[in-house]
């Protein structure tokens, strides 16, 4: 072979199998393939940078730029740098949550990106509907609970509170170092009165003493612990004006008997503590007191009682 | 003789409106034409300023032109009152609809408002002879009067990457100016 055409052979050889080693200065070619030696360089050359930059986008590197200006044997491999940054922005504008995002001019992978994105969308708003009818249905069941806190605290026959709700109440109360006054109340002849007349005419007594109760403070909590037994809690009052209270509500009850249609005799017993505010007293005693005074009070007034003919 | 009945406006000062009814006005030919009048008129527009005021001064006339074709054309057809992504896809979408080139954000830094972005198939410059030069000044421009409609910001658009220099695809960087 002729040795420049063997040299510029040489040199491609290089450029291909060794490229680190291809090197060619084109001053030593005699004039007339000075230009093909130039031109042989220069595409050398540009392959290298298209080599460069290929290996950095296949190591995720999308940002360097090693390519020389006007190298058109890498304008391929730049649009497809190009593509790939735009996919990395739009990807990220997608993990953000905009999944308006569509991916166009990039064949079956725009198709496939976009179908991606869709399902993404399809999935996020099926399990936004899920998550908002999971809170619905939360929301119901929470209602649910609180109508039953609600009737689990209520007395049915009467709506007041019931025994539960009083204990925990005064239970609470202590906890919180509140002072109260407890009042036990027994509804007198409640018996007598269902088993004489009816259960019905027993329930209006009730209701009767009910209203009347209700009265005692609008602050208070009235609460049926039994058949014909109530107790009352109240903050901010004390034992003697929780009497006098009471003395006022017992003789608006004693006034009923006063009426020309009254057939049985109303009346109530009562008996009142004081809770102070760091009281060392446990619980079951002042229930205890309450209750005891309650009954001095009933045997007290027994004598009271009016008889119907 | 004088009519009264003409626009007070002159054509040389621009106007939206003054672009006309196309549709009408172009009733048999339709509203589109071939890239390559557009260019004819470009390169030739081009060649005479550059003979009148040099080329850095014809350059800065396009960009200057681009810009107000930019802003118009922001305000005249695109929802300036919508987030960014919702921004950059109706941009994406209007000038892939009017063949201007198919636009591709890069990258959007949301603490500078700096942002680099292509574009492909450009109407300007893809398939131009390479001349180791970047040529898309008024595609400069048109995105930086877009940038500036937008965020009430001004940009400064530059191309970095251009077909004429060997690139397939137009890249542009643009760069909020600290007034």
């Not at chain 1, 994105?117 to 619905?136: N, S, V, W, Y």
């Amino acid at each position: 072979m002729d040795p420049i055409a063997q040299k510029l052979f040489d040199y491609l050889k290089d450029a291909i199998y060794r490229p680190a080693k291809a090197a060619l200065d084109p001053e030593e070619i005699p004039e007339d393939f000075r230009d093909l030696a130039r031109g042989l360089v220069y595409y050398v050359e540009s392959v290298r940078e298209v080599t460069t930059l290929a290996d950095d986008i296949a190591r995720g590197e999308l940002n360097t730029s090693p390519l020389s200006p006007g190298n058109e044997v890498a304008s391929g491999m730049k649009s497809l740098q190009a593509s790939l940054r735009h996919l990395t922005w739009q990807t990220q504008q997608v993990a953000k949550g905009d999944y308006q995002q569509r991916v166009s001019f990039m064949g079956d992978f725009s198709e496939a990106m976009n179908d991606m994105i869709e399902q993404l969308d399809k999935r996020r708003q099926e399990m936004t509907h899920e998550i908002e009818a999971g809170h619905e249905k939360n929301e119901a069941l929470m209602a649910d609970v609180d109508k039953l806190t609600a009737i689990s605290y209520r007395d049915p026959a009467t709506g007041i509170y019931n025994r539960r709700f009083g204990m925990e109440t005064l239970e609470k109360w202590r906890d919180e170092g509140q002072g109260f006054i407890i009042c036990f109340i027994d509804l007198d002849n409640l018996k007598y009165v269902n088993d004489e007349f009816s259960h019905a005419q027993g329930d209006a007594y009730i209701a009767l003493a009910v209203d009347l109760l209700q009265g005692f403070d609008s602050n208070a909590y009235v609460c049926r612990i039994g058949g014909d037994e109530f107790m009352i809690l109240a903050r901010g009052w004390d034992e003697e004006p929780a009497n006098e209270r009471m003395a006022t509500l017992r003789n608006e009850m004693l006034s009923i008997n006063e009426r020309p249609e009254t057939r049985y005799h109303h009346s109530m017993s009562y008996g009142i503590v004081a809770v102070g505010q760091s009281d060392p007293r446990p619980s079951s005693e002042l229930l205890t007191i309450a209750d005891e005074r309650m009954y001095q009070f009933k045997r007290a007034h027994k004598a009271e009682r009016k008889v119907y003919a | 003789m004088e009519n009264v009945f003409a626009a007070p406006k002159s054509h040389n000062t621009f106007a939206w409106e003054n672009l006309g009814n196309i549709k009408e006005g172009r009733g048999d030919l339709g509203e589109e034409m071939p890239v390559l009048v557009y260019r004819l008129m470009q390169f030739t527009m081009l060649d005479i300023l550059t003979e009148s005021y040099g080329s850095e001064k014809a350059n800065d006339l396009f960009r200057d032109a681009g810009f107000l074709a930019g802003t118009e054309f922001a305000k005249n057809t695109l929802d300036l009152n919508v987030d960014l992504n919702a921004f950059v896809a109706n941009l994406q979408k209007a000038l892939e609809d009017l063949k201007i080139g198919i636009l591709r954000m890069e990258a959007f830094d949301a603490e500078t408002g700096n942002l680099m972005l292509t574009v492909g198939q450009d109407l300007d410059c893809s398939g131009l002879p390479l001349t180791n030069e970047t040529v898309c000044n008024y595609d400069e421009g048109f995105i930086a009067g877009i940038l500036e409609a937008y965020t009430g910001k001004h940009y400064e658009v530059r191309e970095v990457d251009c077909w004429a220099n060997g690139d397939r695809t137009c890249r542009f960087r643009g760069t909020v100016l600290q007034d």
